[in-house]
């Protein structure tokens, strides 16, 4: 691109009350080498048509210094054949200014060091400019827009007919030998509607009649996913018998080690790749999403010896009890154990969460449905019934032939043709006992993903969904952000794979899984990424001719982008690609990079900042801050006036998985003072946007602190913080509790060489 550049830098907002904005001009058109002009209001309809004017006459690189790139995205959005690079002067240069304490006297260099960020942010921000390419979108030959939803229950009919309802071709694939799941076998359903207190027709029946007369959607009963291949727009879907081992029914022309490079997906022609991969399963088809449903199945309750499952014969589980209700009459006296008790207290059983609770509700109106006298006793530890649901659970109060307290069961036993339960620690503040016809155990809703590969995915990550343990088992996901997504990109979680749902949850679940379907399968082909970075026309590019095959990038990347052949070359998936960067963070050589996001261009922008020597008060250091959370937070904190040192420089970046450890050495050798890394909270939630980038990143910080330490410097200078996007108000402590450390250090010794 034979770039014509542009700077405009806008005097609203207090921005030209707080700098000099002919001094910061100058910094551009002198340093930079950019034309410069300076508006009252660049946002406004003036100041728009100032630089569109510009643009008819040729200018089609754009630096605007204002306020942050997170808000008014669409005022300064000139087209994709433009190149806009934002300066924030506003949220984190005048709005973040230190103000001093009440009483004391305003520090007489204050303006002049907000100059110096300001000045800081335009260098920075030209660099961007200089070093930014247009995104050139990556776009398959030819794209499938069929919708593979694997699992026939609630959800995965409900997300096929989403999906065939706005125009999309769907494949069911169910391993029963009917559709419905375990709703077929359900009784009730749960209110959906006010009062909130009534039980309503199961709906199943409807679902599945409106399905089997859809000519957009396909049913493949009794049938399994044996392996998909592939990326986005183009998965390669094999079937097999349902229970069957066998994945491959290969012709025996086909070698096993054609085979073996198809489910890798490395066979160099994708036409011979699809037509040796038809001919291993001649019922194989190609899709463009997937919508995982594939359910779940009662938790294991057997292991409460005190509790009789498995040795009395009428100790069921509620989803056997639920059975029982739908095929006939229900015992007149019937309790419901919620938590296993005994030894363990107040714990629930495995994988029970409020849906159980309502379940219990439910059964027990059941026994007073069924039976003039009918009692129904329920034995909790925790009741939950959130939102509407409440009235529910009010109404099973209000009703006389419900019993419920919280306590302690601490044993069932037979007791002649009945049964009898004993409870302590009771909310009468007694024992008590219990004489039942039947007693029903809570057992939670377990996914099918703990314990069975049912995606089968060919990925170098490997096969199936129960590789963070943090999830139990349940598809992962960003359950805050992104809670249909899976760290498989173009694979979409719905019901009770993704977490224990009510009926209403798990149709509210399909559908959003679908339209995320359709959504990833539109972005496809379009060329650009899916969640979170929507609509990113760029994607990673390697210079393969320095590729050392460390593997760092394939064994780092979180989404399975990148497979590898046996050299340990990393293959790339664009289509899978979320664009994070971490492989450009990982790759010791610098060889991944994006047209406008590179190890270059950061790595410039570092060394653009003017670096003052043997002046304590004008230390400089850098921090990296992810653009998901820490980026937005540093915003709401210059919002709020909360006041940031004067000597920080912030510079986001997609993710601190994509933070090379090269920035962070040029830096130091550069003579800037200190380096540190704001990025999201990882551990028990593992809530980065981009699954483990700061905690990737936190371990390279460490690794280079060692580096440092053999260099003669503190390894103090460098430091890693997580905050969520809601810390405004703890940001500005984090960064100048760091900027006083280096203080105390003093310079960084490599100043002026």
Request: hydrophobic share 35%; aromatic share 8%; glycine share 8%.
């Amino acid at each position: 691109m034979d770039k014509k550049y542009c700077a405009y830098i806008c005097a609203g907002c207090g921005i030209g009350d707080a700098l000099d904005l002919e001094a910061l001009a100058e910094v551009v058109t002198g340093e930079m080498s950019m034309e410069c002009k300076t508006s009252d209001c660049l946002c406004g309809a003036e100041g728009r048509a100032l630089i569109e004017t510009d643009i008819a006459g040729g200018v089609n690189t754009v630096v605007v210094g204002a306020c942050s790139p997170r808000v008014m995205t669409q005022e300064f959005d000139f087209g994709k054949d433009k190149i806009t690079v934002r300066a924030n002067l506003r949220e984190q240069v005048v709005w973040s200014e230190v103000k001093p304490a009440e009483g004391e006297e305003p520090h007489s260099e204050a303006a002049e060091f907000l100059q110096e960020t300001a000045d800081d942010y335009m260098r920075m921000a030209c660099t961007r400019a200089q070093k930014t390419e247009p995104a050139d979108p990556y776009l398959l030959e030819t794209i499938n827009k069929t919708i593979l939803v694997m699992g026939g229950g609630l959800a995965g009919l409900t997300a096929a007919k989403e999906a065939a309802d706005a125009g999309y071709n769907v494949i069911i694939t169910e391993k029963e030998g009917h559709l419905g799941g375990k709703a077929v076998g359900w009784r009730k359903s749960f209110p959906t509607k006010a009062p909130w207190t009534d039980l309503e027709e199961n709906p199943i029946n409807e679902l599945i009649a409106s399905i089997e007369a859809n000519d957009k959607i396909t049913i493949k009963i009794g049938s399994e996913v044996a392996r998909i291949t592939g990326a986005p727009g183009d998965f390669g879907i094999s079937f097999k018998a349902a229970g069957s081992e066998t994945e491959w029914d290969a012709p025996a022309k086909v070698t096993v080690e054609d085979q073996d490079l198809i489910t890798k997906g490395e066979m160099e022609d994708p036409n011979a790749a699809l037509q040796a991969y038809t001919e291993i399963n001649p019922d194989a088809v190609m899709v463009g999403a997937v919508v995982l449903a594939t359910g779940w199945k009662p938790a294991d309750v057997s292991q409460y010896e005190h509790l009789g499952y498995g040795k009395i014969k009428n100790v069921v589980t509620n989803a056997e009890f639920e059975k029982i209700a739908k095929e006939g009459k229900v015992p007149a006296n019937v309790a419901f154990i919620q938590s296993p008790g005994g030894k363990e207290d107040d714990k629930d059983f495995p994988f029970c969460n409020s849906v159980t609770s309502m379940v219990a509700l439910k059964q027990a109106q059941y026994v007073c449905e069924d039976n003039a006298e009918g009692k129904a006793y329920i034995l909790y530890q925790h009741m939950r019934t959130p939102g509407q649901m409440e009235l529910f659970y009010k109404n099973a109060q209000n009703n006389d032939g419900i019993f419920m307290t919280k306590g302690n069961v601490m044993m069932v036993e037979e007791s002649g043709d009945s049964l009898s339960v004993a409870v302590e620690d009771t909310l009468l503040g007694e024992d008590i006992n219990l004489n039942v016809e039947m007693v029903v155990l809570a057992a939670g809703m377990e996914p099918t993903t703990l314990h069975e590969n049912s995606i089968n995915l060919a990925y170098r990550q490997g096969p199936g969904f129960n590789d963070l343990e943090l999830f139990d088992g349940y598809a992962d996901s960003h359950f805050i952000c992104f809670p249909y997504e899976t760290r498989r990109t173009g694979v979409y979680a719905c019901g009770g794979v993704r977490k224990a749902e009510t009926m209403e949850e798990a149709v509210d679940d399909a559908t959003g899984a679908a339209l995320k379907a359709i959504q990833c399968i539109e972005s496809v082909d379009r060329g650009v990424s899916v969640h979170p970075r929507s609509g990113d026309a760029t994607y990673p590019e390697f210079f393969m001719q320095r590729c050392t095959q460390c593997k760092r990038c394939t064994e780092e990347c979180p989404f399975g982008a990148l497979d590898d052949d046996e050299k340990g070359t990393p293959l790339p998936n664009p289509t899978r690609c979320r664009r994070c960067g971490t492989c450009m963070g990982a790759c010791p050589e610098r060889i991944i990079g994006f047209k406008d996001y590179n190890i270059d261009l950061i790595g410039s922008m570092i060394k653009s900042l003017e670096v003052p020597e043997d002046d304590d008060d004008r230390l400089r250091i850098l921090v990296l801050v992810c653009e998901n959370d820490a980026y937005p937070a540093l915003d709401m904190a210059g919002m709020k006036r909360n006041g940031i040192s004067h000597m920080a420089r912030f510079i986001p970046v997609r993710c601190l998985g994509s933070v090379n450890m090269a920035w962070i050495r040029d830096a130091l050798s550069a003579g800037l003072d200190g380096a540190m890394l704001l990025g999201c909270t990882y551990g028990d939630d593992y809530q980065c946007h981009f699954v483990k980038g700061s905690e990737i990143a936190n371990k390279r910080m460490e690794n280079i602190g060692d580096t440092l330490s053999t260099l003669g410097l503190e390894p103090e200078r460098c430091a890693t913080n997580q905050v969520a996007i809601t810390d405004y108000d703890k940001i500005p402590q984090i960064v100048n509790d760091f900027v006083e450390e280096i203080v105390e250090m003093g310079p960084n010794p490599f100043k002026g060489f």
